[in-house]
């Protein structure tokens, strides 16, 4: 049971590369989410896509964009890195939007330099 | 902005002892949610609380939601070491359409 799996877990990208991050979710989740966290600021949201063919953007989109490839998978691409998306990115998702309890991945700390 | 805030941004207490933390908002919700983040790990959800519910338990934890005040608690009893994270709340944002977290609180639990 593997819940929500994101790849990879650590990445250093040098200024103005590309880079995709991968996630992929086995519950048969419609929702989905990619948040940033950094020192301070808590959890701010990317993007989320509320059910399959849809997404839309979060508090923070500058700089990303995402596909909702299938139900279980739903990624988030940075065309070219800057130092101030290092950060610790995590996906999440959830049965549907009301009174469901959201499952997060493991994370993957990405550095920018 | 950020639907919730939390209060404490840290707190510090001795193994046994209780933890309290808020968390205010400032629109009407549907639900209010916990989650706690373990160093270095993602979130995990504690527990939900309904609007029309006020208080509600599960294990170690309650929650407490006063619509009228726009605030929740959430009181950790006899607190372990293994406590020690931090820990957020969440709801939908304004639209309905996203959940949003706050900044979250650092409990430290020494023993």
């Known amino acids: 049971n593997a819940g929500v799996t994101q790849t990879p877990k650590f990445q250093v990208l040098k200024t103005g590369q590309s880079m995709t991050l991968q996630c992929a979710q086995d519950?048969?989740?419609?929702?989905m989410y990619w948040y940033r966290q950094d020192p301070g600021m808590g959890l701010r949201l990317i993007y989320y896509?509320?059910?399959?063919?849809?997404?839309d953007k979060g508090e923070v989109p500058n700089g990303y964009n995402v596909s909702r490839l299938n139900k279980r998978e739903f990624s988030l691409r940075l065309e070219s890195a800057a130092p101030s998306q290092t950060s610790v990115y995590f996906c999440?998702?959830?049965?549907?939007?009301?009174?469901?309890?959201?499952?997060f991945g493991q994370g993957t700390r990405l550095t920018v330099v | 902005s950020q639907q919730g805030e939390e209060d404490p941004q840290a707190l510090s207490i001795q193994e046994g002892e209780n933890a309290t933390m808020n968390c205010s908002y400032k629109?009407?919700?549907?639900?209010l949610q916990w989650y706690r983040q373990n160093s270095g790990r993602g979130l995990v959800h504690l527990i939900l609380?309904?609007?029309?519910?006020r208080e509600k338990h599960s294990g170690r934890l309650r929650v407490t939601l006063d619509t009228s005040k726009k605030s929740s608690s959430l009181l950790i009893t006899a607190s372990r070491a293994a406590d020690t994270a931090s820990y957020f709340c969440?709801?939908?944002?304004?639209?309905?359409?996203?959940?949003?977290f706050g900044k979250g609180t650092t409990l430290s639990v020494s023993s």
């Open positions: 609380i309904r609007s029309n519910e």
């Open positions: 519950m048969n989740h419609n929702s």
């Open positions: 999440a998702s959830t049965e549907g939007l009301l009174n469901t309890e959201a499952f």
């Open positions: 896509s509320a059910s399959e063919g849809t997404t």
């Open positions: 629109t009407s919700i549907n639900n």
């Open positions: 969440a709801m939908l944002n304004q639209a309905g359409t996203a959940l949003i």
